[in-house]
């Protein structure tokens, strides 16, 4: 395997794992999301994810916290990497939406790159029509997780359904205090609605470098926008790249 000094992620929420088909050609023909290391991805269930994961030749690993009421699947967090995954930690986030009552979890795993390896996780938070305070200790509950197994490298990444920059910011803070910084700081908004740009997907980065960011627009398969980061690695860390998944 060759060495590379830059790690590719992209998180997207997949509005109900429905157009699973236009997802995998967004993720294999757009230029921004093509060769990617690391997806997270919101809003699948198990069978769409395994479909994706094999159609892009990368492992995966999932978790639900059960059915959605309105679509009836599976409705949870899945990670897939170019890389051996670990074993998957689901870890449900506290509060419910008032109006559905669908949890929420978040799905950690390690991604064994090399000799070294990455911990990452899928997150999906609730909607904003549950209250600040609820929502905010879903953002604890997070970085609570984070702190109970601390290390050294780490990437977050998901909706976090933020939808004013004072939410932005009361994340930023928490996810600051765990040394994660938010790499896509500045890569545009990831959804419209009601003629209004909203920001709701972030990612978080412990021990990289962002170099880039930015989503990908026109993208059919959901109506979030796909969120991409560029990362660079240590050279010491001696980070690889299976040469038969070089694109």
Wanted: aromatic share 6%; glycine share 8%.
């Amino acid at each position: 395997p060759r060495f590379t000094d830059s790690l590719r992620v992209v998180s997207w929420n997949v509005k109900f794992g429905l157009e699973i088909e236009a997802a995998s050609i967004e993720l294999t023909d757009n230029p921004d999301l093509k060769s990617a290391d690391i997806v997270l991805l919101q809003e699948m269930d198990e069978i769409g994810t395994a479909k994706l994961a094999e159609q892009l030749s990368l492992d995966f690993v999932y978790a639900t916290p059960g059915t959605h009421r309105q679509s009836g699947r599976n409705f949870g967090n899945a990670i897939l990497a170019r890389w051996p995954l670990g074993e998957p930690e689901a870890i449900r986030l506290p509060h419910k939406a008032g109006l559905r009552g669908q949890p929420r979890v978040l799905l950690r795993t390690q991604v064994f790159v090399g000799a070294g390896s990455i911990d990452v996780c899928s997150v999906h938070t609730e909607v904003p029509s549950m209250s600040s305070a609820k929502r905010l200790r879903q953002f604890d509950e997070i970085t609570a997780s984070i702190a109970r197994r601390p290390v050294d490298r780490f990437v977050v990444g998901g909706d976090f359904n933020t939808v004013s920059a004072r939410g932005i910011q009361a994340l930023s803070e928490r996810m600051l205090a765990v040394g994660a910084v938010r790499v896509s700081n500045g890569a545009g908004s990831t959804l419209r609605r009601g003629g209004q740009e909203f920001t709701l997907d972030h990612i978080f980065a412990r021990g990289f470098e962002p170099i880039s960011a930015g989503v990908a627009a026109q993208c059919a398969a959901s109506d979030h926008r796909p969120l991409w980061v560029i990362l660079r690695i240590d050279e010491h860390e001696g980070l690889t790249k299976p040469e038969h998944l070089e694109c």
